[in-house]
């Protein structure tokens, strides 16, 4: 099998390991109720478990440069998964509020040093194919959680156990993402490349992108999280209409994120950025002017197309920015995290001291900060296509560094 061949080849099986990761998150969402009705939480208490993953997935991220050096990216990615995947099994096991904590905190390391693995092997496969498949990749990842939580849905409507419907899932897709795993690019570092350290901070290649991701997570975490209260207490919604906000945030933002490396190829990542933050920035105004929800929805469903691209395409900038791809992505991927983790609780807080309004206008001037940040894109844009100047007789044997 030539090396396109193998490309195209893993394109595929890593395009349904974003799915299976995805997926995971997706059924886990839907059993959150149970969760709290099962251990009588108060809603402070579940926000207070539920912060938990973000930091687990925070501090576990540095993790990951180390762990693909030492196994290889095909035998990392394939061990995180499943690792992933049968933590999805746990929390629904906590007997206590403290348990579910440190549950949640180690599902949501698993979760990240994941999500770092199968980026650096989504950006080795890009480079391979020699154009743009991030964003698909990151649409597939949307596509597996909206597809898997209409499956826990219909497990909560049916009033199945969440225990054994966790575990039967988890068995199930560590099953299916082991095998997909097979197909995988098996790049592994140079004899004489020093392994990275356990635990680093984020390379200073990484900030800027990292800033950008920052931008786009935050305006994500705050619609995701506060648009269906805003259409209720700004727009006057009904529960239904309101609820409605999140489905239109999300299936735009997936329906982007599929079509968004066409968007990618044809005006490179800085102008696409660029056209993706003027799109968010539209969509925020038609939130924070409105006082109906019938303009308000649109203007989620905006700031879903136009954030869309944006971390996919920061964490293909990371992946080519630095000596480590899975260290630079994993730094690009802590600041996102972590602008996930405080978007909501900011967005609390000015709405409390101000308005949601007020909160949606930062929301608004964030996104409108794409256009300006886009160029830290730059430096990556014109070698987003490069080869490798000497590839190795055996490209599975060459230097991670020269993703």
């Known amino acids: 099998m030539d090396s396109h061949q193998e490309a195209r080849r893993a394109r595929v099986r890593i395009a349904l390991v974003f799915a299976v990761h995805g997926a995971v998150t997706g059924t886990f969402v839907t059993r959150i109720p149970w969760i709290q009705d099962h251990l009588g939480l108060s809603p402070g208490q579940l926000g207070l478990a539920l912060v938990a993953p973000a930091i687990g997935a925070s501090l576990a991220m540095p993790l990951a440069g180390r762990v693909v050096h030492r196994y290889g990216a095909r035998a990392a990615v394939r061990g995180l998964l499943a690792l992933w995947c049968l933590a999805l099994a746990l929390p629904a096991l906590a007997p206590n509020l403290a348990a579910l904590w440190i549950i949640l905190f180690l599902y949501g390391g698993a979760a990240g040093m994941a999500d770092v693995a199968m980026n650096a092997q989504g950006v080795e496969v890009e480079r391979r194919l020699d154009r743009s498949i991030m964003s698909g990749l990151h649409g597939m990842w949307s596509a597996g959680g909206l597809i898997a939580s ?39 570092p140079a004899e004489d490349e020093d392994a990275p350290p356990r635990f680093a901070l984020p390379p200073r290649s990484a900030l800027a992108i990292g800033l950008v991701g920052f931008c786009a997570v935050f305006a994500e975490g705050a619609s995701m999280d506060w648009g269906g209260v805003y259409l209720r207490d700004v727009t006057g919604a009904s529960p239904s209409i309101a609820a409605a906000s999140f489905t239109a945030f999300a299936a735009t933002m997936t329906a982007a994120r599929l079509a968004g490396d066409l968007v990618v190829r044809r005006l490179g990542p800085v102008r696409a950025v660029r056209v993706s933050g003027c799109v ?28 869309a691209v944006v971390v996919p395409l920061a964490f293909a900038a990371a992946g080519r920015s630095g000596g480590n791809p899975s260290q630079a992505i994993a730094g690009v991927a802590t600041i996102t995290y972590t602008s996930g983790l405080i978007a909501p609780a900011v967005i609390g807080l000015i ?30 844009a014109s070698s987003r296509t490069e080869p490798s100047a000497e590839p190795s007789a055996d490209p599975d044997r060459r230097s991670v560094n020269a993703a």
């Open 150 to 188: 209409g499956f826990g849905v219909l497990a909560a409507h049916q009033q199945f156990d969440a225990r054994a419907q966790l575990a039967v899932t988890a068995l199930v897709l560590t099953a299916l993402g082991v095998s997909v795993c097979s197909g995988l690019i098996d790049v592994r």
């Open 280 to 307: 968010a920035t539209l969509g925020g105004l038609l939130v924070i002017g409105s006082d109906s929800p019938y303009l308000a929805i649109p203007g989620f469903a905006l700031i879903g197309i136009g954030i």
């Open 351 to 380: 709405a409390q001291t101000t308005s949601l309004t007020v909160s949606f206008g930062v929301v608004t001037a964030l996104t409108a900060a794409l256009v300006l940040s886009a160029g830290a894109l730059r430096q990556n």
